[in-house]
């Protein structure tokens, strides 16, 4: 059974550094893996899909690689700010419907 | 812009009652899911439906119930709510897959139900 797991499960840096989440999935059989944002008490937003044929894709100062092969996913973001503070959450879709979720990172970046 | 509306940000109702869940996305997806999200356990998928009046049993439809009688609506059933039943409620959506790929999910706001 896919397993999703994100390390580390919180982070707190200060405001201007470079910072990199990971992901990692047991099964590389995936169609997609998405990241997602959550705001306290809030839904997702979607920030970034990787189709399985993709190495990474990229949004402002988000960028998301997959390694497939290895079962990781890596999201950097550039210069934090205290904007960026939210939980980043991780899935994959391996069935083409339902996405399995890792747990969250719950980043803090302070001013 | 796709916009997944659930129809309560917060909801409290009583063991025994049998509570509705509304979800409607105005962007003519096939997909669409239930989730809900517990601190420590994360995101798990309830039910989840690719088609009118279709429904797939998720990882923890125990309890639960939906109803898809249109596209765009999509709504999760507590028969008799349980205190067990309290959580964040996500709904979702995605168009079919096509030329190979798999296109994103879109989620709502979420739907935090207490049950006393």
């Known amino acids: 059974k896919q397993e999703v797991t994100q390390i580390p499960a919180a982070l707190s840096v200060p405001e201007g550094e470079n910072l990199v989440l990971n992901c990692s999935f047991t099964d590389s059989a995936i169609y997609n893996l998405q990241w997602f944002r959550q705001d306290p008490g809030k839904g997702l937003t979607s920030l970034l899909l990787?189709?399985?044929?993709?190495r990474e894709q990229t949004s402002g100062r988000l960028n998301a690689s997959l390694d497939k092969s290895s079962g990781r996913s890596t999201l950097y973001i550039a210069a934090s700010q205290p904007g960026d503070s939210a939980t980043y959450l991780c899935?994959?879709?391996?069935?083409?419907?339902?996405?399995?979720f890792g747990k969250g990172t719950t980043l803090s970046v302070s001013s | 812009d796709v916009k997944v509306t659930q129809s309560s940000r917060y909801l409290v109702k009583r063991t025994g009652e049998k509570v509705f869940l509304e979800c409607v996305q105005d962007?003519?997806?096939?997909?669409m899911f239930w989730y809900r999200q517990d601190p420590g356990l994360g995101l798990r998928l309830i039910y989840f439906s690719y088609d009118v009046k279709m429904k797939e049993k998720g990882d923890i439809p125990e309890g639960y119930s939906v109803s898809r009688e249109k596209k765009e609506r999509f709504s999760l059933i507590l028969e008799s709510a349980s205190t067990n039943q309290t959580s964040m409620y996500l709904c979702a959506s995605s168009s079919p897959t096509g030329s190979g790929l798999r296109r994103p999910q879109h989620f709502g706001d979420g739907t935090r139900l207490s049950i006393l």
């Open positions: 899935a994959v879709n391996q069935a083409g419907t339902a996405l399995i």
């Open positions: 962007m003519d997806h096939e997909n």
């Open positions: 990787i189709q399985s044929s993709q």
